[in-house]
């Protein structure tokens, strides 16, 4: 029996079918058969790449989740200044999701569901881990609120989901100016 050889294209096409469909329909009605048919393959290719739905769905989020961090700490050195680092990475989130608008939206689905299991949930946190060194810096420089990371990325992170949301629905348009203030209440609700 000739062991078959997998193909780097199938599986991309495969994630980027399984984006689309999660992010056009949702989570629960992205079934294999509609990715497989959207990536062009049959339905029993699927389980050469992964083992089920959830293997697929976690294995995207952890690909998206090392762009996203890539992005987010791109020429960043822990050297910097707490707010002048906090910026910088900030502007960096920022840029991420406003060019990388489907990958953002997903993630963005991906921290308001379940179907993310924990093992991947916690693997994709260790990628903020810069982040997450960067707030305690501030914490014991006296810069930063001594609260939970949580709480920090839910004032600080998560406005910018929300924002990139509302552009995406045509409510509001993202430009220079609105970005600075974005950015100021970030960091106005995390500073002391």
């Not at 949702?26 to 699927?46: E, L």
């Not at 989740?65 to 002048?84: C, G, I, L, R, W």
């Not at 997903?106 to 921290?111: A, N, P, T």
Request: aromatic letters at 12%; one cysteine or more.
């Amino acid at each position: 029996m000739a062991i078959r050889e997998k193909s780097k294209e199938k599986r991309n096409a495969l994630l980027k079918a399984t984006l689309n469909l999660v992010n056009n329909n949702g989570f629960h009605d992205a079934p294999m058969s509609k990715i497989a048919k959207m990536a062009n393959v049959s339905p029993a290719t699927i389980y050469i790449y992964f083992e089920n739905k959830q293997d697929l769905i976690n294995q995207l989020y952890l690909e998206l989740k090392v762009s996203y961090t890539k992005q987010a700490f791109k020429d960043y050195s822990e050297n910097m200044p707490v707010k002048k680092a906090f910026e910088f990475i900030w502007y960096n989130i920022a840029d991420y999701k406003l060019k990388q608008v489907e990958e953002a939206w997903f993630l963005s689905q991906c921290d308001n569901t379940m179907m993310i299991d924990e093992d991947s949930r916690q693997e994709g946190l260790k990628h903020l881990q810069p982040l997450l060194d960067l707030w305690e810096k501030g914490q014991k420089e006296g810069i930063i609120k001594d609260v939970s990371p949580y709480i920090l990325y839910a004032y600080a992170i998560n406005p910018l989901a929300f924002l990139m949301n509302m552009q995406k629905r045509g409510l509001y348009q993202i430009n220079q100016e609105s970005l600075e203030q974005a950015f100021q209440s970030a960091w106005d609700s995390i500073r002391i």
